[in-house]
T-cell receptor, first 113, second 113 residues
Framework: GENVEQHPSTLSVQEGDSAVIKCTYS??????FPWYKQELGKRPQLIID?????GEKKDQRIAVTLNKTAKHFSLHITETQPEDSAVYFC????????????FGSGTQLTVLP | DVKVTQSSRYLVKRTGEKVFLECVQD?????MFWYRQDPGLGLRLIYF???????EKGDIPEGYSVSREKKERFSLILESASTNQTSMYLC????????????FGDGTRLSIL
């Protein structure tokens, strides 16, 4: 089955700096890669996703890049703000798989004021 | 807006008890999922269901069972609760089709004493 590794497990940045979280996946059949944000005490929420026919996707301060050859994808947050502090999860999905998603272990991002 | 509702936010049970966690979604989604969330381990899939009365094992099904008698409701059952099942439990739902995002409930923090 699919295996997703996520690094780093914790990340602290100064407000205004950029943050990068990286994930690798094992199954080359994976073709959909969502990112979820989970604030303290709240549910995980989808913030951005990318499909395998696209190399990069941006949404305001958030961007995701995908390297299919190397089987890794990354989340980039620019101009970080204190409200970006949360746990971020990457996930990978094999097309046609009923179970849909395999998640990484999560990154605790702390934005220091 | 999709709403996934879990019956309890906090639950305390005793070792050996049979425990029921309930999840209801209001978007007529075919797929429903139960995850367990532990620090440093991310979201691990316990069971999922892609249709009424259908169920599939995830990565960590031991000690759990599920029930899906109606499309909107997916129940997780701990047959005989043990202390190592103390955790946060998250329910999610999604529609059928490739690359569909999963929508999560608020979670149930379960403590087994």
């Amino acid at each position: 089955g699919e295996n997703v590794e996520q690094h780093p497990s914790t990340l602290s940045v100064q407000e205004g700096d950029s943050a990068v979280i990286k994930c690798t996946y094992s199954d080359s059949a994976s073709n959909y890669f969502p990112w979820y944000k989970q604030e303290l005490g709240k549910r995980p929420q989808l913030i951005i996703d990318i499909r395998s026919n696209v190399g990069e996707k941006k949404d305001q301060r958030i961007a995701v890049t995908l390297n299919k050859t190397a089987k890794h994808f990354s989340l980039h947050i620019t101009e970080t703000q204190p409200e970006d502090s949360a746990v971020y999860f990457c996930a990978a999905c094999i097309s046609g798989s009923a179970r849909q998603l395999t998640f990484g272990s999560g990154t605790q991002l702390t934005v220091l004021p | 807006d999709v709403k996934v509702t879990q019956s309890s936010r906090y639950l305390v049970k005793r070792t050996g008890e049979k425990v029921f966690l309930e999840c209801v979604q209001d978007m007529d989604h075919e797929n429903m999922f139960w995850y367990r969330q532990d620090p440093g381990l991310g979201l691990r899939l316990i069971y999922f269901s892609y249709d009424v009365k259908m169920k599939e094992k995830g990565d960590i099904p031991e000690g759990y069972s599920v029930s899906r008698e109606k499309k909107e409701r997916f129940s997780l059952i701990l047959e005989s609760a043990s202390t190592n099942q103390t955790s946060m439990y998250l329910c999610a739902s999604s529609s059928t089709g490739n690359n569909q995002p999963q929508h999560f409930g608020d979670g149930t923090r379960l403590s087994i004493l």
